[in-house]
């Protein structure tokens, strides 16, 4: 005989907390492979933006026999930190957001003394390894620092230095 009772249909408890699970997985990977890919994308851009400011750098110091001093480097306003600053009267090829880490976009943009999370350091010098802020025409030799977002490569910081 054939029974002619509703059947029950709909998912259990367990049905609906396995799915959950399982939606939840995903979107953690997600998220986490995001993340990832938002780094590695920071971190090839201070690499180009340090090569950016090197090459300026160089080109600086084959017209005059100096490299700029840091106080050069970061001379700016209050209210606007690279507007008709030193860089961008004497390094007009420079993009503006070269100076800045993309991690810190609303920080000054300009470069700061030592190797620091979020920023771009200059660290430049004599000859001899002395401080050149006094004269500048006597800045010899320079590094710039990235700091990295994790490791790239096993290294934290990306270096560059003056080129002879």
């Known amino acids: 005989m054939i029974s002619l009772k509703?059947?029950?249909?709909?998912?259990?408890i367990v049905e609906l907390l396995i799915v959950i699970v399982v939606i939840g997985i995903l979107a953690l990977l997600v998220i986490?492979?995001?993340?990832g890919i938002q780094a590695k994308a920071r971190n090839s851009k201070r690499q180009t933006d340090?090569?950016?400011?090197?090459t300026q750098l160089e080109?600086?110091?084959?017209?005059?026999?100096y490299y700029p001093s840091l106080t050069d480097m970061t001379t700016g306003t209050a209210t606007s930190p690279f507007t008709?600053?030193?860089v961008?009267?004497?390094?007009?090829?420079?993009?503006?957001?070269?100076?800045?880490?993309p991690s810190n976009p609303t920080s000054s943009k300009a470069l700061?003394?030592?190797?620091?999370a979020k920023s771009y350091s200059y660290d430049v010098k004599t000859s001899t390894d002395t401080s050149c802020e006094a004269d500048h025409t006597t800045c010899a030799?320079?590094?710039?620092?990235?700091?990295?977002?994790?490791?790239?490569?096993g290294q934290s910081t990306y270096t560059k230095s003056n080129l002879d």
């Open 6 to 12: 509703k059947q029950n249909q709909g998912f259990t």
């Open 32 to 35: 986490t492979t995001y993340s």
């Open 50 to 54: 340090v090569q950016s400011i090197q």
């Open 59 to 65: 080109a600086w110091f084959s017209q005059n026999g």
């Open 84 to 86: 008709a600053t030193w």
């Open 88 to 101: 961008a009267t004497n390094m007009k090829s420079l993009d503006q957001t070269a100076l800045t880490d």
């Open 112 to 116: 700061v003394a030592a190797a620091v």
């Open 141 to 153: 030799k320079y590094t710039l620092t990235a700091t990295y977002e994790g490791q790239v490569n």
